[in-house]
């Protein structure tokens, strides 16, 4: 069993920064946990534009505080996020987040990241070590 705190992760390697200071990632499952997904509380910094595109990872996100918007850059479309709002990156989706108040949102990622991750020029993380073998059972399911 893995007990964890948002104490114990603040100032810890589980604290990630953005380099442009646009959010902070607390990391409370990670890769070399085992559990096949990571799990983290991110913060989004009031008055921020963060290009991401994740082309190796699914993503779900609850918001559970604070106020902006994902904008799908496939589509155009344009929605709200709120205390209350989940959201999925199920295809891959280039988007960019906005944060109109700081947003507290609650994120799952599979394939797992490690940890120290930072967004490419793309707005992507590397992919996971193992990620041929789940992409292949992605692609097969």
């Given at each position: 069993?893995?007990?964890?705190?948002?104490?114990?992760?603040?100032?810890?390697?589980?604290?990630?920064?953005?380099?442009?200071?646009?959010?902070?990632?607390?990391?409370?499952?990670?890769?070399?946990?085992?559990?096949?997904?990571?799990?983290?509380?991110?913060?989004?910094?009031?008055?921020?534009?963060?290009?991401?595109?994740?082309?190796?990872?699914?993503?779900?996100?609850?918001?559970?505080?604070?106020?902006?918007?994902?904008?799908?850059?496939?589509?155009?479309?344009?929605?709200?996020?709120?205390?209350?709002?989940?959201?999925?990156?199920?295809?891959?989706?280039?988007?960019?987040?906005?944060?109109?108040?700081?947003?507290r949102l609650i994120c799952a990622f599979?394939?797992?990241?490690?940890?120290?991750?930072?967004?490419?020029?793309?707005?992507?993380?590397?992919?996971?070590?193992?990620?041929?073998?789940?992409?292949?059972?992605?692609?097969?399911?």
């Amino acid at each position: 069993m893995i007990v964890r705190t948002l104490e114990e992760i603040i100032g810890s390697e589980r604290e990630v920064h953005a380099e442009n200071g646009n959010w902070v990632s607390r990391r409370f499952v990670l890769g070399d946990d085992a559990a096949g997904f990571s799990f983290h509380e991110t913060l989004i910094r009031a008055g921020t534009e963060t290009h991401i595109w994740y082309k190796h990872h699914i993503e779900a996100v609850y918001c559970v505080g604070g106020e902006g918007e994902i904008e799908d850059l496939k589509s155009g479309a344009v929605h709200p996020i709120k205390d209350g709002t989940l959201y999925l990156l199920n295809n891959h989706d280039e988007h960019l987040l906005r944060g109109f108040s700081e947003m507290r949102l609650i994120c799952a990622f599979n394939p797992p990241v490690t940890g120290r991750e930072h967004h490419d020029a793309d707005g992507a993380y590397a992919p996971h070590p193992q990620g041929a073998a789940w992409a292949a059972l992605r692609s097969a399911g």
